[in-house]
């Protein structure tokens, strides 16, 4: 059975998730959103570097929610405009369109946003008769389904450790990475990343959601950071980082139990491989440490076809919710986490050499 699904925005996930709803067994492309007036009109194949579909893309958003459509993909950028994005999420759902999406983190479990926001969105479910999966930029797997299926090789665990090991100068997200996070800022401007409870909020869906994967109850959440300067210019598309401003970023969001960390993501990120050699290093990865009986350590790495590490991590991202949507098609309605789903696989992906 093929699902049809909408493509809701052409941006840096947007243009992958497009590319594999294009090209994947079990789907059908029946719309794309696009919100910048010069991707109005064009193919879908030519926003994402593929033959034409015959499917144009649109700003009329009553036309796309009248359609007959399974399934929306929602990949609009939700950092400055959470709540706006929450908006659109219960027009799709109430549209009876499941949603699956990157867009809104924090949703990576339900509470973290709040219980009106969780009543808000399962109410609009419930009146359309849809489901919500949303897994975060991530991407989610290697936050969530990777440690937990590691910890069940565990005769015990004390904490268990989620690292991105990544090297950011080719993600082509400008508004993310010079404001939301920003680099080529002066070292005493206070980015929205790390303004005070952001990245408690942030990530602290995820911290929730291997919380209750795992059945243990968190005293708080807690988040520090630190930053570096650049030593050199650096340039990044038609940015210039300069000497002195802010080019390395490592943060922490622990989970506390029992007055000890117990769950921790942390993120290491770089323009420069030479900036702080001695932060933990790799090739572009994710990396989960468990300390335990048997204590266990693993590099998950990846790359787009071009040998791109941040780029395949932005892949990745769109992959894991194009791949989710005939599972959370049929799941009852509802908002759903990576626990309420099944073991998602690429079946009828295989290509031919």
Request: hydrophobic residues 45%; proline residues 6%; glycine residues 10%.
């Given at each position: 059975?093929a699902?049809?699904v909408i493509?809701w925005?052409?941006?840096?996930v947007?243009?992958?998730?497009l590319?594999c709803?294009?090209?994947h067994?079990?789907?059908?492309?029946a719309?794309?959103v696009?919100?910048g007036?010069?991707k109005v009109?064009?193919?879908?194949?030519?926003?994402?570097?593929?033959p034409?579909?015959?499917?144009?893309?649109t700003n009329d958003?009553?036309?796309i929610?009248a359609?007959s459509a399974d399934?929306v993909?929602?990949?609009?950028?939700?950092d400055?405009r959470?709540f706006d994005?929450?908006?659109?999420v219960?027009?799709?759902?109430e549209?009876?369109?499941?949603v699956v999406?990157?867009?809104i983190?924090p949703l990576v479990?339900?509470l973290?946003?709040?219980?009106?926001?969780?009543a808000?969105?399962?109410?609009?479910?419930e009146?359309?008769?849809?489901?919500f999966f949303?897994s975060?930029?991530d991407?989610?797997?290697?936050?969530?389904?990777l440690p937990l299926?590691?910890?069940?090789?565990?005769e015990?665990?004390e904490?268990i450790?989620?690292l991105e090991v990544i090297n950011?100068?080719?993600?082509?997200?400008?508004?993310?990475?010079f404001?939301t996070?920003?680099f080529?800022?002066a070292m005493d401007?206070?980015?929205?990343?790390?303004?005070p409870?952001?990245l408690?909020m942030?990530w602290?869906g995820t911290?929730?959601?291997l919380?209750?994967?795992?059945?243990?109850?968190?005293?708080?959440i807690s988040q520090?950071?630190?930053?570096?300067?650049?030593?050199?210019e650096?340039?990044?598309g038609d940015?210039?980082?300069e000497?002195g401003?802010?080019?390395?970023?490592?943060?922490e969001?622990?989970g506390v139990?029992?007055?000890?960390?117990a769950l921790?993501?942390?993120?290491v990120?770089r323009l420069?491989?030479d900036?702080a050699?001695d932060?933990?290093t790799?090739?572009?990865?994710y990396r989960?440490l468990?300390?335990?009986?048997p204590?266990m350590?693993c590099?998950?790495?990846?790359?787009?076809?071009?040998?791109d590490?941040?780029?395949g991590g932005?892949?990745?991202?769109a992959t894991?919710?194009?791949?989710?949507?005939p599972?959370?098609?049929?799941?009852?309605p509802?908002m759903?986490?990576s626990?309420?789903l099944?073991?998602?696989?690429?079946?009828?992906l295989?290509?031919?050499?």
């Amino acid at each position: 059975m093929a699902y049809d699904v909408i493509q809701w925005s052409t941006g840096n996930v947007g243009a992958f998730a497009l590319r594999c709803i294009v090209n994947h067994p079990e789907l059908r492309l029946a719309g794309v959103v696009a919100h910048g007036a010069s991707k109005v009109g064009k193919d879908a194949g030519e926003l994402c570097g593929l033959p034409a579909t015959g499917i144009k893309a649109t700003n009329d958003i009553d036309a796309i929610l009248a359609s007959s459509a399974d399934c929306v993909c929602y990949t609009a950028t939700a950092d400055v405009r959470p709540f706006d994005a929450v908006e659109d999420v219960c027009r799709i759902l109430e549209a009876g369109k499941n949603v699956v999406s990157s867009s809104i983190v924090p949703l990576v479990h339900p509470l973290t946003l709040g219980p009106e926001i969780k009543a808000q969105i399962t109410a609009a479910c419930e009146k359309g008769g849809a489901s919500f999966f949303t897994s975060g930029i991530d991407p989610g797997f290697a936050n969530d389904v990777l440690p937990l299926t590691l910890s069940g090789l565990c005769e015990r665990w004390e904490e268990i450790r989620i690292l991105e090991v990544i090297n950011y100068a080719t993600y082509d997200q400008p508004e993310v990475l010079f404001e939301t996070m920003g680099f080529g800022k002066a070292m005493d401007h206070v980015p929205l990343l790390l303004a005070p409870g952001m990245l408690s909020m942030g990530w602290g869906g995820t911290i929730r959601l291997l919380a209750d994967g795992l059945g243990v109850e968190l005293d708080e959440i807690s988040q520090e950071f630190e930053r570096l300067p650049a030593t050199k210019e650096i340039r990044i598309g038609d940015h210039v980082v300069e000497p002195g401003t802010m080019a390395a970023l490592r943060f922490e969001v622990r989970g506390v139990v029992g007055g000890k960390s117990a769950l921790v993501v942390e993120h290491v990120t770089r323009l420069d491989d030479d900036l702080a050699p001695d932060w933990p290093t790799g090739n572009g990865s994710y990396r989960v440490l468990i300390k335990g009986v048997p204590a266990m350590q693993c590099e998950f790495e990846f790359q787009d076809e071009h040998g791109d590490h941040a780029v395949g991590g932005v892949l990745l991202t769109a992959t894991r919710i194009v791949n989710a949507i005939p599972a959370v098609v049929a799941a009852p309605p509802g908002m759903l986490t990576s626990l309420d789903l099944p073991l998602i696989t690429g079946k009828g992906l295989r290509a031919e050499s």
